[in-house]
Nanobody, 121 residues
Framework: QVQLVESGGGSVQAGGSTKLACTAIGTIFDVVRMGWYRQLVGRHELVAQVMTNGTSKYADSVKGRFTITRDSAKKAAYLQMNDLEPEDSDIYYC????????????????WGQGTQVTVSS
């Protein structure tokens, strides 16, 4: 079992910054990718993700403003959110995809509890 511990976020003025952190706790697994999603009606929308090799991917709406990084040793990821806009207000969910030792290439996905980011104008 893997648990995701999230922190950061909160209330920010438009144009301000905040940072989200997500750490995976558990044993005998390898991280494939980590990222954050935001909750839209009926589905999650990818905000940013980082692969084990460091390759990152962003939603068009956050490119140039958000930066995702990772700490492989800590099995953690961080989302630096700059130049925030009221439209960025949402609950951001950390997501991790892993391989579990002894279970080959099968991927397992886990979600964090979510972190609220509120941007006021």
């Amino acid at each position: 079992q893997v648990q995701l511990v999230e922190s950061g976020g909160g209330s920010v003025q438009a144009g301000g910054s905040t940072k989200l952190a997500c750490t995976a706790i558990g044993t005998i697994f390898d991280v494939v990718r980590m990222g954050w999603y935001r909750q839209l009606v009926g589905r999650h929308e990818l905000v940013a993700q980082v692969m084990t090799n460091g390759t990152s991917k962003y939603a068009d709406s956050v490119k140039g403003r958000f930066t995702i990084t990772r700490d492989s040793a800590k099995k953690a990821a961080y989302l630096q959110m700059n130049d925030l806009e009221p439209e960025d207000s949402d609950i951001y969910y950390c997501n991790i995809v892993i391989h579990i030792h002894g279970m080959g290439s099968k991927e397992f996905r886990y979600w964090g509890q979510g972190t609220q980011v509120t941007v006021s104008s």
